[in-house]
Nanobody
Framework: QVQLVESGGGTVQAGDSLRLSCAAS????????MGWFRQAPGKEREFVEG????????SYAGCVKGRFTISRDNVKNTVTLTMNSLKPEDPAVYYC????????????????WGQGTQVTVSS
């Protein structure tokens, strides 16, 4: 049974930092590219950051450039999104997703999804 379980969401103030984690099980993690997506109320889900199978390559949305960092641990089967300088436009449900092969920004290509974790930013 494949599981992607996110954790670390919560409520912070604008300018604060937050770290989201995603624990994967039931998949050969080291051959899966991983991504973080988010969905705010009334908006479509959007790509945030992705990381290659070996962690050597990352991609990110322009709106998080310089503020968010994705990383992974192929021993612990986890992927982490470190979010700094959170802004009022960052609140959303954040989802972890995985796909075999290369990383992509296209959410339809991701095979497995977590249940999401809520991030709220107060100004």
């Amino acid at each position: 049974q494949v599981q992607l379980v996110e954790s670390g969401g919560g409520t912070v103030q604008a300018g604060d930092s937050l770290r989201l984690s995603c624990a994967a099980s039931g998949i050969p993690f080291n051959i899966y590219a991983m991504g973080w997506f988010r969905q705010a109320p009334g908006k479509e889900r959007e790509f945030v950051e992705g990381i290659s199978r070996d962690g050597g390559s990352t991609s990110y949305a322009g709106c998080v450039k310089g503020r968010f960092t994705i990383s992974r641990d192929n021993v612990k089967n986890t992927v982490t999104l470190t979010m700094n300088s959170l802004k009022p436009e960052d609140p959303a449900v954040y989802y972890c997703a995985g796909k075999p092969g290369v990383v992509t920004t296209i959410q339809g290509q991701y095979q497995y999804w977590g249940q999401g974790t809520q991030v709220t930013v107060s100004s």
